[in-house]
């Protein structure tokens, strides 16, 4: 079965700094991956997403996602973190065994950003 | 378009009660889908719906649980009888054709069973 894993519960980062929200994929065939954002009391937001072509795929509100095949990762980034991009941050796959088409969700990592 | 609207935002029953979430998806959007969030279990797909067609219910947990979308611009989700542990927050999502595309979620609607 496709799936992700998110290896942190969360990452706590200093306003300025660069940030990484780490993504790992267990896929059968090509992965299609997506990046969503959720913030409180709110539904989850589409960030960006990858499915075939360059490996670094830039998204919305800065960030970006580098995919590795080779480590078969797919980690989200951002040069300089802002103390509102404080969220959590979930990772999804693609699932089209059989006759379905649904995202599959990692476990998400709640993302702390310090003034 | 307002986006994917759901009802209520918050509903508090007692164990036993039915109780009905109530969906809107993006007027075009042809696949809507139900997912569950609680701290436990994180992020859960219960159900989705292609063309008002229920393609995959696996992930409905028990049959309390059922869900319906008689036309393109409705959907519910029931549960009857609901428990505590059914506590948690659902959400709705919709998307056009491919899931290439992005989903489109709503504001989700917090359940807590007594």
């Known amino acids: 079965a496709q799936s992700v894993a998110q290896p942190e519960d969360q990452v706590n980062v200093a306003e300025g700094n660069p940030l990484t929200v780490k993504c790992t994929y267990s896929v059968s065939g090509n992965p299609y991956l997506f990046w969503y954002v959720q913030y409180p009391n709110r539904g989850l937001q589409f960030l960006l997403k990858?499915?075939?072509?360059?490996?670094l795929v830039k998204g919305s509100y800065g960030f970006e996602a580098e995919f590795n095949k080779s480590q078969t990762s797919f980690h989200l980034k951002k040069p300089s973190a802002l103390v509102s991009d404080s969220a959590l941050y979930f990772c999804a796959v693609r699932d089209m065994m059989g006759n379905t088409d649904k995202l599959i969700f990692g476990t998400g990592t709640r993302l702390q950003v310090f003034p | 378009d307002a986006g994917v609207i759901q009802s209520p935002r918050h509903e508090v029953t007692e164990m036993g009660q039915e109780v009905t979430l109530r969906c809107k998806p993006i007027?075009?959007?042809?696949?809507l889908f139900w997912y569950r969030q609680t701290m436990m279990r994180g992020l859960e797909l219960l159900i989705y719906f292609n063309n008002n067609v229920p393609i995959d219910d696996s992930g409905m947990p028990e049959d309390r649980f059922s869900a319906k979308m008689p036309n393109a611009s409705f959907s519910t989700l029931k549960i009857q009888p609901s428990e505590p542990r059914d506590s948690a927050v659902y959400f709705c999502a919709s998307s056009s054709g491919l899931l290439s595309e992005k989903l489109l979620f709503g504001s989700g609607t917090q359940l807590s069973v007594l």
């Open positions: 007027s075009g959007h042809n696949s």
């Open positions: 990858y499915i075939t072509g360059d490996n």
